[in-house]
């Protein structure tokens, strides 16, 4: 056994060496509590140096509450040395110098040493974890108290609705970035991704059927390419088919139709989503067939198939195909329904052929349209860089406090430097302020009683002296709402609740 006032002899400098270059704090403890060792990361987490703890009771690093208790659970360990987490199940607090308390998580791990038998503790500052679980609760009881005002249902859903699903799942992906692997957060982050995917889905799909119902959508007819349609589509679906062993195919397509660009890509979005979801093995092709007046549109699969009498009731609400037997029903059958409904109001001629067990075809007969210019026909999305701009660093600006701080977190999590603002006027402030021209702009549409997003990211571009690269976030999934990229340039549209995977996939090909 150890006395307080001896150290441990390490295996040589490479034992030394390699604790020193944990990513964690890591301290040495013998019976008696006494701290034999404490790596480089003590100070930046404990705020003492290392050689500061040496010789030290472990309980400095405590808070006082939990002092008394910890001699018998030191006990209880040193009787049965074994690998464990300390605590299981408990909530764990680390002291700081300063006095300030903040969460832990602590591994144990037994020691063989000539001295004796010692402890090794891996304590890890799982503040920002906490807090993004705290936001995450508090943003899923926003969300359910949402849900129960009914009455203002139709008149809110656009935005108010959205709000918390859009602060959800971005705080949903924070926490899902920051949780260990096969952790009870990280299990906790993959429910409640599964919750939100079918919750967004079905809100999308009940709103989208008021609007047609109500005569809302009004088609803003141009000529448009079918590639950036197509390109779109590629960026969205890739994962969610490699995820399934599918391969996708896109065809490339230099066709021009005429059509509102918006509503028909909603239409073979439906339907490569319903591919990928009723396909097991082999592949979801999207293509394109010339013909003289029209451009021929196909999604093709080697799906599941529909059975022939069944080929007409699949446009009718909440028809469902039977299942197979053990596979899980998913949506209220509106998808197709919303596909049936916006393709007769573009005039688009909508087949299907498909055969049972060995996959489907739906084709769009879209009306040809003029060639456009070589920049019209450019992807939308060009990477953007400034000198005078620092790297990484995106200006949110969002009236709502709870989704402006959902989407920082998320960006720091990222490696990204927020700037968040709640207005135009807010945001002309913090940049008066700042030292550096954000490369990007995250802008919500609705900003209260003040100028609108596109305003907004006009009046900041002008006090940047440049064209910052913007997203323009809108809760309003109309025709006219999503073509609001069209009144200013650089801009993408982005429906809410926003998908943080494919806005982090977008900030990444920008920067």
């Excluded at 808070?63 to 909530?91: I, T, Y």
């Excluded at 329904?337 to 007969?365: K, Y």
Aim: with cysteine; aromatic share 4%; glycine share 6%.
């Amino acid at each position: 056994m150890t006395t307080g006032n001896e150290k441990v002899e390490l295996s040589g400098e490479l034992a030394r060496s390699l604790l020193n270059a944990a990513p964690d704090p890591t301290v040495i403890v013998d019976a008696l509590g006494t701290i034999m060792f404490a790596n480089a990361r003590v100070e930046e987490t404990f705020g003492y140096v290392a050689a500061q703890l040496v010789g030290r009771p472990i309980e400095v690093l405590l808070p006082e509450r939990f002092r008394a208790g910890h001699g018998n659970h030191r006990k209880r360990f040193f009787e049965s040395p074994k690998p464990r987490p300390m605590g299981a199940g408990l909530e764990l607090y680390g002291l700081h110098r300063d006095g300030h308390e903040f969460p832990v998580e602590i591994s144990l791990s037994p020691l063989e040493t000539p001295s004796g038998l010692l402890v090794s503790s891996a304590i890890r500052d799982i503040s920002d974890r906490k807090a993004i679980e705290h936001a995450l609760l508090e943003a899923h009881n926003e969300a359910k108290r949402a849900n129960r005002a009914k009455s203002a249902f139709l008149a809110a859903a656009s935005h108010d609705l959205r709000q918390p699903l859009q602060a959800l799942s971005l705080l949903n992906a924070a926490l899902t970035r920051t949780a260990e692997p096969d952790s009870r957060a990280a299990d906790i982050a993959a429910g409640t991704a599964q919750a939100l995917s079918s919750m967004s889905e079905l809100l999308n799909a009940l709103l989208d059927i008021s609007k047609l119902e109500a005569g809302a959508v009004k088609p803003d007819i141009e000529d448009c390419s079918v590639q950036r349609i197509f390109e779109r589509l590629r960026a969205q679906f890739t994962d969610q088919a490699e995820a399934k062993g599918l391969e996708l195919i896109v065809d490339e397509c230099d066709d021009v139709v005429r059509t509102d660009p918006t509503l028909l890509e909603q239409i073979v979005q439906n339907l490569v989503a319903n591919a990928i979801r009723y396909t097991k093995a082999g592949l979801v092709q999207l293509r394109c067939v010339h013909s003289h007046a029209y451009v021929q549109i196909d999604v093709v699969d080697t799906g599941v198939g529909i059975p022939n009498g069944d080929l007409q009731l699949i446009f009718e609400e909440f028809y469902q195909a039977p299942l197979e037997a053990g596979a899980r029903r998913e949506g209220l059958g509106l998808g197709l329904s919303i596909v049936r409904r916006v393709a007769e109001l573009l005039d688009v001629r909508l087949e299907v052929e498909s055969t049972p067990g060995r996959g489907s075809r739906f084709r769009l007969n879209v009306p040809r349209g003029s060639r456009l210019s070589p920049a019209a026909t450019q992807p939308a999305l060009e990477p953007s860089h400034d000198r005078n701009a620092v790297e990484r660093v995106v200006l949110v600006v969002d009236d709502d406090a709870a989704v402006a701080a959902a989407t920082a977190m998320l960006l720091e999590v990222e490696g990204y430097q927020p700037l968040v603002a709640a207005s135009l006027d807010d945001a002309l402030c913090r940049l008066t302020e700042a030292t550096c021209i954000p490369n990007v702009i995250i802008c919500d549409y609705q900003l209260g009683s003040g100028p609108s997003g596109v305003e907004t990211i006009r009046k900041i571009r002008e006090m940047c002296g440049r064209r910052i690269r913007s997203f323009l976030v809108t809760g309003d999934t109309s025709s006219s709402a999503l073509n609001l990229g069209s009144q200013i340039e650089d801009c993408t549209i982005l429906s809410k609740p926003m998908d943080a995977t494919k806005l982090l996939g977008l900030l990444e090909a920008t920067l």
